[in-house]
């Protein structure tokens, strides 16, 4: 069997995530920083063949890693890296064996994702000044990422195109360039056609932008620019700018969804999760709310109501 050399592997891998499987940029930038750590460990030990690693020298890795501060999710991630490395070496037959057989990732803790109560949500959205063409845009935006529960990527990425008001659905572009149909509710689609009535025209001017949210100087919006408005929308609605977030608004559309009754299947179809497990974690915090309800407001539950005495 002819050399796999590391580089070489690398770079084929990467350009195969990109371009056959469809990852996004993001993520394949993401594998290859965690790769390059990975080669260079190796490089450490002299060993610039993939054939020649064994599973001595991945546990290094992951100690050297440790050593270096990085939390288990970060070594979790690194590790996932280096097995998807190595099962596309073995499909390629540029190796017989794999080096990672038996080892296992950092015990990870998941925690519940942050997220904000209906209450909250719409008092976030209700704050923002619709006076102003920003403020219609911003308007829309939180109500269709509240209301959709899209990440932002795909808010900022949404075209003109991609959007049917009389139907109520926008048509999304998610993560491996899978589109997906999601309704939008009535709120949201009042805020776009205002939007798109009134503030839009005079954003774009007579530029010409195919994206449905814009910049004030009529570009297609970004993830960053949109970030740092939510920040300041967020300090001026009286909230901890630290407690808002894109993906805060994202779980709490999921959560409000599931403890309104929605079927879970359903709201995996709307977030765009490719395994149920990743939507199911959404039913622990509909859970704690549950139980943080019944420990306030039942008699039986600890909270501020006692329980009367028992006649004997």
Not at 85 to 92: C, K, N, P
Not at 288 to 293: A, G
Request: charged fraction near 25%; include cysteine.
């Amino acid at each position: 069997m002819a050399e796999a050399k590391l580089d070489a592997v690398v770079d084929a891998f990467l350009h195969y995530l990109l371009a056959e499987r469809g990852l996004s940029r993001n993520t394949v930038d993401a594998y290859s920083r965690d790769l390059a750590r990975f080669v260079s460990s190796l490089g450490d030990d002299g060993i610039r063949d993939l054939g020649a690693v064994e599973s001595r020298h991945v546990i290094a890795f992951l100690e050297g890693l440790e050593a270096a501060g990085l939390a288990a999710g970060s070594r979790a991630r690194a590790l996932v890296a280096v097995r998807r490395l190595f099962r596309f070496a073995v499909d390629e037959g540029l190796v017989e064996g794999d080096a990672l057989e038996g080892i296992q990732g950092p015990q990870l803790s998941r925690p519940l994702p942050k997220t904000l109560s209906p209450s909250e949500s719409s008092a976030l959205i209700g704050s923002v000044d619709v006076s102003t063409p920003l403020g219609q845009r911003d308007r829309a935006m939180l109500e269709v990422l509240y209301g959709a529960g899209l990440r932002v990527s795909e808010l900022v990425g949404l075209p003109l195109a991609g959007l049917d008001l009389r139907a109520g659905i926008v048509r999304i572009q998610g993560k491996g360039r899978k589109e997906r149909l999601v309704p939008i509710g009535e709120a949201a689609r009042v805020a776009i056609e205002h939007y798109l009535d009134t503030a839009r025209p005079v954003l774009v001017g007579k530029r010409n932008c195919a994206s449905l949210f814009v910049t004030r100087r009529g570009a297609t919006m970004t993830r960053q620019n949109f970030n740092a408005r939510l920040r300041q929308l967020a300090t001026q609605a009286g909230f901890d700018p630290g407690r808002v977030s894109p993906h805060v608004l994202r779980h709490a559309f999921a959560t409000d969804l599931l403890e309104g009754g929605a079927d879970l299947r359903a709201v995996q179809a709307m977030l765009g999760h490719a395994d149920l497990a990743t939507t199911q974690i959404y039913t622990h915090v509909s859970r704690r709310h549950l139980r943080e309800t019944v420990e306030t407001h039942h008699p039986r539950g600890g909270g501020r109501q006692r329980p009367r005495p028992v006649d004997r």
